[in-house]
Every structure is written in C-alpha cells, then in structure tokens.
C-alpha cells in the first residue's frame, strides 16, 4: 500500500483526534475519568519529574525512534516481495496467480488487521498494541522465511498482515497522541517517511542477497527491526489519552511532565478530557448520522478517494517492479538491484509532498499528480512495444521511477491528509475506518490480478489500463474532491455540507 501522510489538526481546537481510533476510543465513557480513584491504581510519578527541554527532546526522539519501527516493519514487509518472488516462482513453481496469492495474502490480512487494530489499542492501549504487533512481526517472519510449501506460505503472510495493518492504524495513533502539540505534525509524518524508508531498506537488501538467491533471508530478516521494537516498546509509556479513558489521570499527568513544560500539563489534561467528552457525545449519534443524505455522500467520495489511491497502479510498481523488468529482458539481479530507484524516489518523493501540501493545496496536487501519472503510465505501455534490449530495460525503469515520483508526491501525500480531514466528527472514525478497509481491499485485488492480467496482455497494455484508470481518476477528483487547505476542522465541515446540499439540490 502507499504510504499513508497522516496529519495532525490543530484546527480541530481542544479536539485534536489523534486519528480515527482515537475517535473511536473516545466513546469508552469519558465518565471514568475519575481523578480520585485513578491515583489507587496509578503508578505515582517520581517527585521530581524530569523538567522539559534536552530530557524531553531525547524522551520524544527515544518515542519517535521506536515507535516508528512499526512504520519501517509496514513498508519492509510490503516491500521485500518483489525481490522474494522472482526466486520464490522457481523455487515452488508458481503460475501467475500463485504469485498474486501470496503477494496479496498479506494484503487482506492488513485489512482485517486494521479493523482490530483500533478497537485492540483501546482495550489493551496503544503500546500494548504494538507490542502485540512487534510479537506477530517476529513470529510472520520467520514463519514467512521458513514456509516449506506455499499454503503455509499463504497462511503465514495472512497472519503478517495482520501485524501490518495493526501497525498501520495504531503507530500514527501512539505518535500523534503522545507528541506536544506544537511537533505533533511532524512526528506523525515522520511515521509515513519509515514506511516508504523501510520500502528502499527492502529494496536495498534483496540487491545485495540477490546474488546468492537468498530469499528466505530477504523475508527473515524482518525479524531484526521486529525485535527492537518489540524490546523498545518495554521502555515506553502509553499516551495520556489512553490512560484518560482509563481513569488513570496521574499516568497521564507524569507522561505530560516529561513532554511538556509543567506549566503547560494542568492545560493540557483539560483539553484531552473537554476533547473525549466531544467525541464521546458525537459518536453516540454516528450510525444515525450516515442516513443523512450529505454525510453518506461525503463517505462516498471518502470511499471514491480510497480507490483512486489504489487502481491507479502503484501497489502493481511497488510489489513487482523486478517482474516488470524481467519482462524487458532484463536479468534477474539486475532487476532486483534496479529497483532501488523505486524505493529512492518513493522517500524523496514523500518528503516533497509533504512540504508542499500546506503550501499549494489538495486539489491542485491530485490533479497534477494524476496528470503526470496518466502521462508516465502513457509512455511506460508505449515503451514496452519497443524491441528488448537494455537500453529499453533503462528506459521503463526511468519511467517507474517518474511516475512514482508524481503519486508518492501528490496523489499519496493528497488522499491520505483528505481522508484524515474531510469526515464531519460525528462520523469521523467510522468513515475513515471503512475508506481504509476499502483502500487494503482494492491494494489485494490489485496485487492478486496484476500477474495475471501481465501474462495475459502484456505489460503494455496492462500500462495503459492504469493509465485509463488514472484518467477516469482525474475527472472524479475534479468533480469530487474538496479543498480542505487552511480550513479549520469546523468551517470545514459547515463547507462541506453546504456543497453537498447544492449538488444534491
């Protein structure tokens, strides 16, 4: 999946969500925040709590650095495929649909994954919950490099997903709940560059263990940033909404000293409770709320953004980009080590949208994105019409590599930062919990017909269907999608409906 830019929203007042679960969690009875009985089963803070400054910096760094290994395991685990298959093919003697099976095995795990994902990180809380995930990580990976047939195969990569698509939810969820208000942004961002660092760290190590074919290390070796994070997370506390929601209010007050200047903690402790009352009352109403005509058309073009992240192509770059090459006549190694320019572009890419998202807007960058990709993906099917040869083989990486420039750039950075603001609150969590699980369900169809429809019609007309599909993409983004720069959560929402109503009318 490509890599999702979550963004904080300071806009949204008191209630900074923290993403959609965070929503969700708010409905757990704001009325147990109960400062008196918390301190009975509240571990007391030290006397003297570590001011704010160098010892708070080192604490958020300490939390970014590990807590965004679940970021890295994301893009790794989706990432290392592409360099597996070609040796997995010979190795089980896999048809085309084999190969789309276990690719996408992965992919529908994450979908029910990140359903689980934030009702588990309310119940246990947000660290227990990656702890939870690193443990699968460790176990899906050795099970992954040690798999004997492929329905073990198939089996293995499901239960990995499903760590996948927990840490897809709840690692943005940690960070943006326990960052100080005023980095919030930037940590949570920091999360969507591992994703795609961790793509390029998998590109990177099946080039090098390429050439001994050495497959089973490329998806083993997964297990190692697993176990850090694993070990790492023992160190760290859970964040103060949590511990909220929990009646825990001196756990939370001692994680906002050692982020926090004191005089800012009483502040911030009020805000999170006036927050969850918010939410809690909102999503009483939020089943109701879809029936309202506005609302379930907002959802629609939530769900219509999903899709178009998905069908445009880019999970088809990401998970066979050696077989692409192959195809060109290009050698197996030499495909794999190629693909690095993929996973390169992808993180430069990432951190140029993320600049400019705030800069130029959201409609504008979809409809250049897809612009430029509908253009890439027009050449790249031309290009395999020419007769083999490595210059060739040159020519269609270059063309990958711009066309996955546009969508990390625009097209990724524009829909997930769309998703994440365009829902009213009362729904909030709900919708963006449905448009993701539609996103992992387009990414497994994609992933499971991509090798087919390969084999079947070749790689350029395949091209040319994505970029149809782009096509198609840019004439809904133009009609559809909305301008949510520079506009606070409620405005927003008030905007919104007034659209809605006029087309409606």
Same mark, same amino acid.
């Given at each position: ?11 949204? /007042? ?9 929503? +969700?969690?708010? %409905?757990? &009875? ?8 918390? *301190? ?30 679940? &970021? ?26 084999? @190969? ?19 009702? $588990? ?10 702890? #939870? ?60 560059? !591992? ?16 050439? #001994?074919?050495?497959? +089973? ?24 909404? #949590? ?12 994680? =906002? ?10 502040? @911030? ?14 999503? +009483? ?43 060109? /006549? ?7 080590? *190629?693909?690095?320019?993929? &996973?390169?572009?992808?993180?430069? %890419? ?14 504008? $960058? ?33 063309? !990958? ?5 546009? $969508?990390? *750039? ?10 994440? @603001? ?63 720069? &520079? ?5 927003? @929402?008030?905007? =919104? ?7 409606? *009318?």
């Amino acid at each position: 999946m490509a890599a999702p830019t979550r963004s904080a929203t300071p806009a949204d /007042g008191a209630g900074e969500t923290g993403g959609p679960d965070a929503t +969700r969690s708010a %409905a757990q &009875g704001n009325a147990n925040v109960r400062t008196s009985t918390s *301190a009975a089963h509240a571990v007391s803070p030290p006397s003297s709590a570590p001011s704010p400054g160098r010892n708070a910096k080192r604490f958020i760094l300490a939390i970014a650095a590990i807590a965004a290994l679940g &970021g890295a395991l994301f893009g790794y685990d989706t990432g290392v495929v592409s360099g597996a298959l070609p040796y997995m093919e010979r190795h089980f003697g896999l048809s085309s649909l084999g @190969e789309g099976v276990i690719t996408s095995a992965l992919l529908i795990g994450a979908a029910f994954g990140s359903l689980a994902g934030g009702r $588990m990180s309310d119940v246990l809380g947000r660290r227990n919950s990656l702890l #939870w995930a690193g443990a699968v990580f460790i176990g899906g990976a050795l099970a992954v490099a040690l798999a004997p047939t492929v329905p073990f195969m198939v089996v293995a990569r499901f239960a990995l997903g499903l760590a996948v698509g927990s840490a897809s939810v709840i690692t943005p969820l940690y960070l943006s709940e326990i960052a100080p208000p005023h980095i919030r942004g930037r940590l949570v961002s920091f999360n969507s560059l !591992m994703i795609v660092s961790g793509q390029l760290l998998a590109y990177l190590i099946n080039a090098v263990l390429a050439q #001994w074919e050495a497959w +089973r290390w490329m998806l083993g070796l997964a297990a190692l940033p697993a176990v850090a994070l694993f070990i790492g997370l023992f160190f760290l506390p859970d964040t103060p909404r #949590w511990y909220i929601s929990k009646g825990r209010t001196e756990q939370a007050a001692h994680v =906002l000293r050692r982020t926090l200047p004191a005089d800012e903690v009483d502040g @911030e402790l009020g805000r999170i409770n006036q927050a969850r009352a918010l939410e809690a009352e909102a999503q +009483r109403g939020a089943w109701q709320e879809l029936r309202t005509p506005w609302v379930r058309r907002i959802l629609l073009i939530g769900v219509g953004l999903a899709i178009v992240q998905q069908i445009t192509g880019v999970n088809a770059v990401i998970y066979f980009a050696p077989k692409i090459l192959q195809s060109t /006549g290009l050698g197996t190694n030499a495909a794999i080590t *190629a693909t690095i320019a993929v &996973g390169a572009i992808s993180v430069i %890419a990432t951190a140029i949208g993320m600049s400019l998202i705030d800069k130029v807007g959201r409609r504008p $960058m979809l409809l250049t994105g897809l612009s430029g990709m509908t253009v890439s993906l027009a050449l790249l099917g031309a290009s395999f019409h020419l007769p083999k040869s490595t210059g060739v083989s040159y020519l269609v990486l270059a063309l !990958m590599v711009l066309y996955m420039g546009f $969508m990390q *750039a625009t097209l990724n950075t524009g829909v997930w930062l769309l998703l994440a @603001e365009m829902f009213p609150l009362k729904v909030r969590g709900l919708a963006m919990g449905a448009a993701v699980f539609v996103m992992w369900l387009v990414n497994f169809t994609v992933a499971l017909v991509f090798p087919v429809l390969l084999d079947a019609v070749g790689a350029g007309v395949t091209f040319w269907v994505f970029g149809l599909m782009c096509v198609l993409s840019l004439l809904f983004c133009k009609r559809y999608a909305p301008e949510t720069k &520079g506009m606070a959560l409620e405005d927003l @929402e008030h905007e =919104l409906r007034k659209t809605a109503a006029g087309a409606e *009318a």
